[in-house]
């Protein structure tokens, strides 16, 4: 207490003018309102920051009325909803029934894209195995022709198909039909055919079913191959068939005519030249279980055909071709005649074939020559042997252009037509003789005319 005494009493004067100024600052403010222009009572006055701002009671009250009415709405909005759970609850049920629909809606879109993928690559599938399915009976096919084109009794080839002048004018980027065996099979895939097949990436959402069948044609471009390789095989079985039935009915006429002639086929085919020098195992000839029409009548034909040839060979020792080439004219025929000397009836054991002097005569099977120079009444005379008891003479010759123990082979000219022995004039005196009797060379050449007829 004594210290706070004597601290205000050692300054008055300090004291006394703080007072004063205190005293000043009071009483201005009062002063100011006093020389400004005097407010209407009724207007608000709001201070915010130090600012005044006045405002009606008009805008007041409607300024009261808008908020009091939005916090009225608000609460009874709350209200309503907190009284009325089944609002919320179909709003609710609202959104999870478009949610549901929006994941069925990606479901189904889903699943239209898993099956467009699908029927594409099932298109690009069933593609691929018509296509290596052609391929491969294409290959069979040309197999087929260069099996067919090694068999030397079918005449012809099979050629390609004629180019229709649409295929001429057909786009270079447009597939092109392979000209079935003969022409090399150039199949020209769709643009993104290797890319699908590296790939096997799903196709676009809106890609159309069967688009990739459709493409370029492909599927047409497939069934005018088929077609063309069905003509193809059909010609190549008529071809088959053909050549089967050729030479069954060659091979029944040689063993007719074998039969015809009275030979014995075992003596002959005994007899008969083995060919060319050949040799090497035996293998026998196997078909496959698996073989199908083709390869079962080509087999049969090969039989055949081996058959046709070992009579061949054997027909070759029968003398049953003309010993001079161009028309067959008889001037005496073989049996009893008037001797053209005596005049009395006589037994003639040849042909006379009318000929002019130094035309060629020719062997007519292969064989020996026995006999090569004059022989009495035949004149210049060659005779040869065929084996199996079968030979042929020719008589009456003016040049002989053979020896004996020669070699010779059908169509070889062994001399030249002559008057020479008991002759009234040019021509050839011709013998067939079995077991050295004399036979109707006739016989033979008839059966010479019906091997050839085939």
């Keep these: 207490m004594s210290h706070r005494s004597g601290h205000h009493a050692e300054y008055p004067h300090h004291h006394a003018h703080d007072r004063s100024r205190a005293l000043q600052a009071r009483r201005v403010p009062t002063s100011q309102p006093a020389s400004a222009p005097a407010a209407s009572k009724s207007d608000y006055t709001l201070l915010h920051a130090g600012k005044q701002v006045r405002i009606g009671p008009v805008v007041f009250w409607i300024v009261v009325g808008t908020v009091t009415l939005l916090g009225l709405w608000s609460a009874a909005t709350a209200t309503y909803f907190a009284f009325r759970d089944d609002v919320l609850t179909r709003l609710i049920a609202r959104q999870a029934e478009m949610q549901y629909a929006y994941e069925d809606r990606i479901a189904e879109l889903r699943a239209k894209v898993d099956r467009a993928t699908g029927r594409q690559l099932l298109d690009q599938e069933q593609f691929d195995q018509k296509l290596d399915q052609i391929l491969k009976r294409q290959a069979a096919l040309e197999s087929r022709a260069a099996t067919l084109g090694s068999i030397p009794?079918?005449?012809?080839?099979?050629?390609?198909?004629?180019?229709?002048?649409?295929?001429?004018?057909?786009?270079?980027?447009?597939?092109?039909?392979?000209?079935?065996?003969?022409?090399?099979?150039?199949?020209?895939?769709?643009?993104?055919?290797?890319?699908?097949?590296?790939?096997?990436?799903?196709?676009?959402?809106?890609?159309?079913?069967?688009?990739?069948?459709?493409?370029?044609?492909?599927?047409?471009?497939?069934?005018?191959?088929?077609?063309?390789?069905?003509?193809?095989?059909?010609?190549?079985?008529?071809?088959?068939?053909?050549?089967?039935?050729?030479?069954?009915?060659?091979?029944?006429?040689?063993?007719?005519?074998?039969?015809?002639?009275?030979?014995?086929?075992?003596?002959?085919?005994?007899?008969?030249?083995?060919?060319?020098?050949?040799?090497?195992?035996?293998?026998?000839?196997?078909?496959?279980?698996?073989?199908?029409?083709?390869?079962?009548?080509?087999?049969?034909?090969?039989?055949?055909?081996?058959?046709?040839?070992?009579?061949?060979?054997?027909?070759?020792?029968?003398?049953?071709?003309?010993?001079?080439?161009?028309?067959?004219?008889?001037?005496?025929?073989?049996?009893?005649?008037?001797?053209?000397?005596?005049?009395?009836?006589?037994?003639?054991?040849?042909l006379d074939f009318r000929a002019q002097t130094g035309d060629p005569v020719r062997v007519t099977a292969n064989g020996k020559v026995v006999s090569a120079g004059w022989a009495g009444g035949y004149g210049r005379m060659v005779e040869v042997d065929h084996g199996n008891g079968l030979s042929t003479r020719y008589g009456h010759l003016s040049e002989i252009n053979v020896h004996i123990g020669q070699q010779v082979r059908i169509g070889e000219v062994i001399g030249e037509v002559g008057s020479t022995g008991r002759s009234t004039g040019p021509h050839l005196h011709y013998e067939t003789r079995i077991d050295g009797e004399a036979v109707d060379p006739q016989k033979f050449l008839r059966a010479g005319v019906r091997l050839s007829a085939g």
């Design 153 to 350: 009794d079918i005449t012809g080839t099979i050629r390609p198909q004629a180019r229709s002048s649409a295929s001429e004018t057909t786009p270079a980027n447009a597939t092109p039909k392979p000209s079935p065996i003969s022409d090399t099979v150039i199949f020209r895939a769709p643009p993104d055919r290797e890319a699908r097949l590296e790939s096997r990436t799903p196709l676009m959402p809106n890609a159309q079913p069967n688009q990739f069948a459709k493409l370029n044609g492909v599927e047409n471009v497939l069934t005018k191959l088929q077609r063309s390789l069905d003509q193809v095989e059909a010609r190549q079985i008529a071809m088959l068939n053909t050549a089967e039935e050729s030479m069954e009915s060659r091979l029944r006429r040689m063993r007719g005519v074998i039969t015809d002639l009275g030979l014995d086929m075992a003596q002959l085919e005994a007899a008969a030249p083995k060919g060319p020098p050949m040799g090497g195992p035996f293998v026998p000839v196997k078909l496959n279980a698996e073989s199908g029409p083709f390869e079962r009548q080509l087999y049969r034909i090969n039989i055949t055909r081996a058959q046709v040839e070992r009579l061949n060979r054997t027909l070759s020792l029968v003398p049953y071709r003309k010993p001079v080439v161009g028309e067959v004219e008889f001037t005496s025929g073989f049996g009893v005649r008037s001797d053209p000397f005596l005049g009395r009836p006589a037994m003639h054991t040849g």
